[in-house]
């Protein structure tokens, strides 16, 4: 069965420092990963995913996450945050070796909160 | 390109009563995936829908039950409503065989049993 863990509940940062938020996976083969942003009372927004390649991947609004498969870790990082990232986010893993559907995991979520 | 639209935004029901929630896909997707968020949770799987059948189902109860039309725009229906279903229930949509690319989410539907 595929999970996803997101130690921390709430990470605080000041503005302009730089920002990571952590998520380790557990899947039977070579994941696809996933993050997403959710603000107040909305949906989720698809920031980046790592399919295969580089283990450096970019995304929307200057985010990155860097897959790591020995510590089986795709932690979440900004190199200068801003109040405007205060958010929940969300780490999400699928399995590709489970067939016939395409489910996608949600870790529990990390509440980012920039501090001015 | 449109997004996914979900309707109604919020709903109040009464234990025991049935919903039905409506989710239109973005334009293009063909396939549909239902999530329940409780609050402060993350996102639980409930099912997806492929070309009208369901082809995928995570741990909740049969009277949790969807359709999917052929515009692929989906339904989702609870009946004998409990106090715990009380949550945010998310629709969003995917190419068939692209799931990697990652969902695209509703705005969600805010239901309330009291």
């Known amino acids: 069965a595929q999970s996803v863990a997101q130690p921390e509940d709430q990470v605080n940062v000041a503005e302009g420092n730089p920002l990571t938020v952590k998520c380790t996976y557990s899947?039977?083969?070579?994941?696809?990963l996933f993050w997403y942003v959710q603000y107040p009372n909305r949906g989720l927004q698809f920031l980046l995913k790592?399919?295969?390649?580089?283990?450096l991947v970019k995304g929307s609004y200057g985010f990155e996450a860097e897959f790591n498969k020995s510590q089986t870790s795709f932690h979440l990082k900004k190199p200068s945050a801003l109040v405007s990232d205060s958010a929940l986010y969300f780490c999400?893993?699928?399995?590709?070796?489970?067939?016939?559907?395409?489910?996608?995991?949600f870790g529990t979520g990390t509440k980012l909160q920039v501090i001015p | 390109e449109t997004g996914v639209t979900q309707s109604p935004t919020h709903l109040i029901k009464t234990r025991g009563q049935q919903v039905t929630l409506r989710c239109s896909s973005q334009?293009?997707?063909?396939?549909v995936s239902w999530y329940q968020q409780a609050l402060g949770q993350g996102p639980q799987f409930i099912f997806q829908?492929?070309?009208?059948?369901?082809?995928g189902r995570g741990n909740f109860p049969p009277r949790f039950s969807g359709l999917q039309f052929p515009n692929y725009s989906s339904e989702l229906n609870v009946n004998a409503l409990e106090l715990d279903d009380s949550a945010l229930y998310l629709c969003?949509?995917?190419?068939?065989?692209?799931?990697?690319?990652?969902?695209?989410f509703g705005s969600g539907t805010r239901l309330t049993v009291v």
């Open positions: 969003a949509s995917s190419p068939r065989g692209q799931g990697h690319h990652g969902y695209t």
């Open positions: 899947v039977s083969g070579n994941p696809y």
């Open positions: 790592y399919i295969t390649g580089d283990n």
């Open positions: 999400a893993v699928r399995d590709p070796l489970v067939g016939g559907y395409q489910k996608v995991t």
């Open positions: 334009s293009g997707h063909n396939t």
């Open positions: 829908y492929y070309r009208e059948e369901e082809n």
